[in-house]
């Protein structure tokens, strides 16, 4: 079945473009908007698989509107993708929930990749930005005054398992659910589970968050490089 999709971005001429390369790649496109407010309306009335968000429009921005889908829609995977290389705006776009980060400068090959990635509820995030984002949120215990680190780990109604802190620490790796069912010789389907607990336990709503929150409160150790 094809994964139903709203763009939004303010230049007209870069959504006929992009409507072209996601039809011919097995995506339908339900649905465009030109700013935040805009695109909240057409996501409620058509119910989209994923949303394509740009960031500096008019009126409403990507930010304010990604959070307003992300109340609303929790399960909604909202992609980020702009012109900013800014790492602010990265970082804000992960905390106000979005699944993943692309630039306007990629090849058309990387951001169909991502984007089914996304589709398939995984982080859609090149190895150089999920890196930044990993060293981000592990360097932010260090930032209080004084120099004081947070609590290690917060207080969970319900502790994670001991296989669902294998599963994590393999997702903040950057490996997919293939990888991760390899690795731990179960079934993708039992990976699925697994994630699905963490989130819930965790309250967070995608892989991102769940990377940020994990390194955050020192849940998993940053590794250097990836999976293999």
């Known amino acids: 079945m094809k994964k139903r999709v709203v763009i939004v971005d303010d230049h007209r001429l870069f959504r006929v473009g992009l409507r072209q390369l996601l039809e011919g790649r097995g995506f339908e496109v339900v649905g465009e908007a030109g700013d935040g407010a805009e695109a909240v309306r057409v996501v409620r009335q058509k119910k989209p698989d994923l949303v394509l968000m740009d960031l500096m429009m008019p009126g409403m921005g990507g930010l304010e509107a990604t959070r307003l889908m992300k ?37 058309p090959e990387t951001v169909i990749e991502l984007l089914e990635a996304a589709a398939e509820g995984q ?21 209080r005054p004084g120099g004081r680190r947070e609590a290690a ?13 294998e599963v994590l620490e393999l997702v903040v790796a950057g490996a997919s659910n293939k ?3 390899r690795r731990l010789y179960v079934t993708e389907n039992t990976v ?16 991102a968050q769940v990377v940020a929150f994990a390194l955050r409160y020192g849940l998993v150790k940053p590794q250097e490089g990836g999976t293999t």
């Open 179 to 181: 990888e991760i069912a």
């Open 153 to 165: 780990e917060p207080e969970l109604v319900e502790p994670l398992t001991t296989r669902e802190r």
């Open 71 to 107: 109340a609303e829609f929790p399960d909604l995977p909202v992609v980020v993708l702009t012109a900013s290389e800014d790492e602010a705006d990265l970082f804000e776009a992960v905390k106000s929930g979005a699944q993943g980060y692309l630039l306007k400068s990629y090849d």
């Open 192 to 207: 699925k589970y697994h994630l699905k607990n963490i989130l819930q336990k965790l309250h967070a709503h995608n892989r």
């Open 123 to 143: 982080a859609a995030l090149t190895p150089t930005l999920a890196a930044k984002i990993l060293a981000e949120f592990s360097r932010l215990g260090d930032r």
